[in-house]
């Protein structure tokens, strides 16, 4: 399949309130995945996968990897990838996104800076695994989809329960991954970088801060990074100060200069033109009718039988 570079888009998603996941179920979700669809997306929340049926390619990052039934996938935050079914043909996906960060600020055997730790840790890469390889966390995501579509009594707890049992899984890859010592993706070579975004987004950032995170000099970071997620270090950073814009004007009272200031912008006509080049939209206009973008973005996923 032709390599798709053409741009990255970004999709945001809310898990509905006192809800502890964000499931697309059912056989909306049947279609032929990549028919038309020519970039690359990345979201907000992880998202993980399970393959029912289908066959085709999973684009992760830099890795073009096969799938079949019963494949996995997890997708961290911020990781440009893509689903493509086997030309011609349709495949049996389902959804959820998670919100990792919450998972573990739960936790309360550990403290913040470990808890940050853990998030750096599972928020590395990404993964497409054989469910017949990992049982029990097919067991796990499965259990998850299936309380999440019945909804009987107490599913709610019973979701939190197996999600945080899904954490300690994701754990046990970032183990495997390190012992085994794999060869490194270009992701995980510019984690430095993602990291530094990550905890300074608030602030200015410098192309060369970022090339040092990652121990590289600038013009090989910048070739690099643009390699691995298909865009351009500062439009990555406008990306991150974007995605953490939303999350403001959801869920706090703060004026748009505040907002622009909180998440990197020193003028609120930068924070306009970044937030509608991001999402077509200005953040005045997204405010006023976020449940409706967000809803209308659903909404093509899910009814787009076309290809999404």
Avoid at 95 to 124: A, C, G, H, N, T
Avoid at 196 to 218: F, G, N, P, T, W
Wanted: hydrophobic letters at 35%.
């Amino acid at each position: 399949m032709a390599k798709q570079r053409e741009k990255v888009e970004f999709r945001y998603y809310e898990i509905g309130e006192d809800e502890p996941v964000l499931a697309l179920l059912g056989e909306d979700w049947i279609r032929e995945y990549g028919k038309e669809i020519k970039c690359l997306h990345f979201h907000n929340l992880m998202e993980i996968g399970y393959c029912h049926w289908g066959t085709g390619e999973v684009i992760l990052g830099q890795e073009h990897i096969c799938f079949s039934p019963g494949t996995i996938m997890l997708v961290p935050p911020r990781l440009p990838h893509t689903t493509n079914s086997e030309k011609g043909t349709k495949s049996y996906w389902e959804w959820m996104y998670v919100d990792l960060e919450k998972i573990v600020s739960e936790m309360d055997r550990y403290d913040p800076m470990f808890q940050k730790k853990l998030l750096k840790r599972i928020q590395r890469v990404g993964y497409l695994l054989p469910g017949e390889e990992n049982p029990g966390l097919t067991r796990l995501i499965l259990g998850v989809m299936e309380e999440a579509r019945q909804k009987k009594p107490y599913y709610k707890d019973c979701i939190s329960g197996l999600l945080r049992a899904c954490l300690a899984e994701f754990l046990r890859l970032s183990d495997d991954e390190e012992r085994t010592m794999r060869k490194r993706t270009h992701r995980a070579v510019i984690s430095g970088a993602l990291d530094y975004v990550a905890d300074h987004y608030m602030r200015e950032i410098k192309i060369s801060q970022l090339a040092e995170a990652s121990s590289m000099s600038e013009s090989h970071f910048r070739r690099v990074f643009e390699e691995s997620m298909d865009m351009k270090p500062v439009d990555y950073i406008n990306l991150i100060r974007i995605q953490y814009a939303c999350e403001l004007l959801k869920k706090t009272e703060k004026s748009m200069e505040e907002v622009a200031v909180a998440v990197g912008f020193f003028s609120i006509s930068s924070f306009n033109r970044n937030f509608k080049k991001v999402l077509n939209i200005s953040p005045y206009q997204w405010k006023r009718s976020a449940e409706n973008y967000e809803s209308k973005l659903l909404y093509c996923r899910i009814s787009a039988q076309k290809g999404w």
